[in-house]
């Protein structure tokens, strides 16, 4: 199963730098660039795309940037995930485009690794936002014991999570642990249960919270509204 991902940026020398590191990550299919509004909404009604990685300053466009333009997609497309790439670092924005349900906001000088996370994770019906002050802010926090309770995890649990939500799958942990995959889906669902956590999503949102996650690329799902448990 692959992401279909657009990227919109009015600069071509970065689109093609960002799409040609995309093209390297299996699950991730670029299906269209666009550097302005216009050429976004033409793509969107003609491409597939999950997840619209767009800039925040795009000019020219007949849909504007900015919050007009991510107010426009949201009513447009509902189910489109955002994430907004861009070298805009003012903390209000973030909160302005976080409310108006962008998923994800990524600074361009951040490593792409942090990119390629966003992507997965907002896939995965998760936020993505790198900094701990909006993660404080906007993040839902999981159902069941408070973000940074970790100590009621088992060591051997922990580093189970840490690894899943690093991309590996179930099978991966397990040769790279040297157990069985029984043992390690068992571990994982246990380490859920303990968490109060019955979806993937929310696993990812507690990873990205507490900083489980790390920087790596978060898996996705077999079925990302269902059970966290493969």
Known sequence: MQIHVVLADDHPALVAGVKYALDSVKTIKV????????????LLDTVPCDVLVADYAMPHGAYGDGMALFSYLRRRYPELKIVVFTTVDNPAIMREVARLGVHSYINKTDNLDRLISAIH??????????SEGLRQDLAAKPTGNPAGE????????????????SGMSIGEIAKKLNRSKQTISSQKVTAMRK???ARD?????????????????????DDPAGSGAH
């Not at 299906?31 to 033409?42: P, V």
């Not at 970790?150 to 939500?165: A, F, H, M, P």
């Open 201 to 221: 999503a929310e696993l990812f949102r507690y990873a990205w919270e507490t900083g489980l996650g790390g920087t790596g690329a978060a898996p996705l799902p």
């Open 195 to 197: 968490l109060g956590i």
């Open 31 to 42: 299906t269209g660039t666009a550097q302005n509004s216009s050429e976004i909404i033409k």
């Open 150 to 165: 970790r100590t009621e995890l088992s060591k051997r649990e922990v580093e189970v999570i840490r690894l899943y939500v």
């Open 121 to 130: 994770a907002v896939y995965a019906q998760a936020v993505y936002f790198p």
